[in-house]
Structure formats: structure tokens, C-alpha cells
């Protein structure tokens, strides 16, 4: 499966964004997929993921109440919703899918897109 994001951009500090994930071939729907992101000289961190049938979502704490991640298996489609963005959520975003839900937040997802910029300016 390949994943490409995108949505990326420069935003304001209280501006919303939207990140889409979109996925090769309709296996994405057994997939469950999460969304990591990067900022330049830190490790990546996890910031959501949503189960394949999209009923249950995990998010850090840094994000919580903000962001939202869906899905539409029918498009082969993942999002992330970046609500109330912040300097802090500043990095490169990372969509990554994986069957085993555990697997993303492990960080070793089978498959990974190659990220899209996201730069809050304050």
C-alpha cells in the first residue's frame, strides 16, 4: 500500500489545517492508520491513530480536544483535522497504516507515506 499525504502549509497560530492521507488500493480499509509527525532535531512522535473501521481514535496529549483524525474507506482516505495549531505543532506529518493497531503506536507501521510540511507561525 502507498500512502501520500497531503495538505500541508504555512498557517497561523489559531488557524485551522487539514492533512489528507490517501492510500493506493482498498486494502487501506483493514488497515488501521495513525499520523506521526517531526520537527527538525527532535524524534518523531505519535500524534494520532484511528482504528481501520474508524470507531476508535487514540491521541497524545498535546493534542487532544485540537485535532481529530477520520477516515473514509470508501475513498481510501485518512485525514487529520489540526484545530487551534500552535508554533509547537510545527514538522513534518507523517501518515502510517499498519492491520496491527499496536504496531503504529510502536512506531514500526509496514507502511508510510513520505510526510507533508505543516509550519505554524506564531
Known amino acids: 500500500v502507498q500512502l501520500v499525504e497531503t495538505g500541508g502549509g504555512l498557517v497561523h497560530a489559531g488557524d485551522s489545517l487539514t492533512l489528507s492521507c490517501s492510500a493506493s488500493?482498498?486494502?487501506?480499509?483493514?488497515?488501521?492508520v495513525g499520523w506521526f509527525r517531526q520537527a527538525p532535531g527532535k524524534e518523531r512522535e505519535l500524534v494520532a491513530v484511528i482504528s481501520f473501521s474508524g470507531e476508535n481514535a487514540y491521541y497524545a496529549d498535546a493534542v487532544q480536544g485540537r485535532f481529530i483524525s477520520t477516515r473514509d474507506n470508501d475513498k481510501n482516505l485518512a485525514y487529520l483535522r489540526m484545530n487551534s495549531v500552535n508554533p509547537a505543532d510545527t514538522g513534518r506529518y507523517y501518515c502510517?497504516?499498519?492491520?496491527?493497531?499496536?504496531?503504529?503506536?510502536?512506531?514500526?507501521?509496514?507502511?508510510w507515506g513520505q510526510g507533508t510540511q505543516v509550519t505554524v507561525s506564531s
Open positions: 488500493d482498498r486494502t487501506f480499509s483493514m488497515l488501521a
Open positions: 502510517a497504516a499498519d492491520l496491527a493497531y499496536n504496531a503504529i503506536v510502536d512506531g514500526h507501521a509496514a507502511y
